[in-house]
């Protein structure tokens, strides 16, 4: 299941596919304006609710004076900074509840 990926092309494409009345350039401005607006807001500081699917907002990790480098081993200190954080809204949770789940090996 996590071996699947949705592109923002595959995004564009699904929408084109859906919308018979609109040009392809038309969906994919749309698309982008959208994803340019959230990134915007949260830039902003603004929490994004999106009402059955989830809600969007910055949120702000602690800065740490002893964290490691993975790459090289070295101790590096890193200042406070957000990051964006996404919760699932009770629709998509409710819809990804009911997914068939694949034994691992």
């Known amino acids: 299941m996590a071996d699947k990926k949705v592109t923002k092309y595959d995004l564009v494409e699904s929408v084109y596919q859906k ?4 040009e392809k350039h ?3 401005n749309v698309v982008e304006q959208l994803l340019s607006e959230l990134k915007d807001s949260l830039k902003d500081g603004a929490t994004i609710e999106l009402r059955g699917f989830g809600t969007f907002e910055p949120r702000l990790r602690k800065g740490r004076s002893k964290a490691r480098n993975p790459k090289t081993g070295d101790s590096v200190s890193v200042a ?3 990051v964006a954080v996404f919760r699932a809204g009770q629709e998509l949770k409710k819809a990804l509840w009911n997914l068939p ?3 691992e090996v």
């Open 19 to 22: 919308i018979t009345k609109c």
């Open 26 to 28: 038309i969906v994919q």
């Open 80 to 82: 406070p900074h957000y």
């Open 101 to 103: 789940v694949q034994e």
